[in-house]
């Protein structure tokens, strides 16, 4: 099964720097990895994407890139503001340890809380 | 603009007590599941229903049963709750497999606490 393992954990930065959140993935089979944005008190929303055929995917303020031979992909936040701040998930295909949902579900990394400091 | 409505937003139990989680989604999505959320543990599955007229297990089934009662609603209910089922529960949905690149879309969640 896919073992996602997100760092860090908790993030701080000060309005207008950059953030970065990295992901590793146990299965090289994996090929698609999103990245969900959970604010206080909702549920996850998925904000960008990217597929293994690609490198690097941009959105306005946000890119993800992906090193397929390394086994990582990391979600980067430019000029970053205050709604920002949120729970950042990344995910990656293939259910975990456990062997019941197989290749037809994502696995979570733990999560990262970031906090942009006005 | 409803999306993925699940019911109820709070909930306390006692210990023994049994509960239902009622979840809807009007996106006639085919996939739907039961997530839990646990501090330092990020999304755990609880169970799926890729299709309507299917479930299955995912990481923690451990305590719960589920129903997909029609496409558009999928159930999940404590038998006898126990204070490590202490958790925010979310109900999500999605077209096709999430692993395909789907996008899942998540209620707003239900606080559940068992004393």
């Known amino acids: 099964g896919e073992n996602v393992e997100q760092h860090p954990s908790t993030l701080s930065v000060q309005e207008g720097d950059s953030a970065v959140i990295k992901c590793t993935y146990s299965d090289s089979a994996s090929n698609y990895f999103p990245w969900y944005k959970q604010e206080l008190g909702k549920g996850p929303q998925l904000i960008i994407d990217i597929r293994s055929n690609v490198g690097e995917k941009k959105d306005q303020r946000i890119a993800v890139t992906l090193n397929k031979t390394a086994k990582h992909f990391s979600l980067h936040i430019t000029e970053t503001q205050p709604e920002d701040s949120a729970v950042y998930f990344c995910?990656?295909?293939?259910?975990?340890?456990?062997?019941?949902?197989?290749?037809?579900?994502?696995?979570f990394g733990k999560g990262t809380k970031l906090s942009v400091i006005p | 603009n409803a999306g993925v409505t699940q019911t109820p937003k709070f909930q306390v139990l006692k210990t023994g007590q049994s509960m239902t989680l009622q979840c809807a989604q009007d996106?006639?999505?085919?996939?739907m599941y039961w997530y839990r959320q646990d501090p330092g543990m990020g999304l755990r599955l609880i169970y799926y229903?890729?299709?309507?007229?299917?479930?299955d297990k995912g990481e923690v089934p451990n305590g719960y049963n589920v129903s997909r009662l029609n496409k558009r609603e999928f159930s999940l209910r404590l038998e006898s709750a126990a204070p490590s089922q202490t958790s925010v529960y979310f109900c999500a949905s999605s077209d096709g497999a999430g692993s395909s690149g789907n996008t899942i879309y998540f209620g707003e969640g239900s606080w559940l606490t068992v004393v």
């Open positions: 996106m006639n999505h085919n996939s």
């Open positions: 995910a990656a295909p293939g259910g975990g340890e456990y062997s019941g949902a197989g290749s037809y579900q994502l696995t």
């Open positions: 229903s890729a299709s309507e007229g299917t479930t």
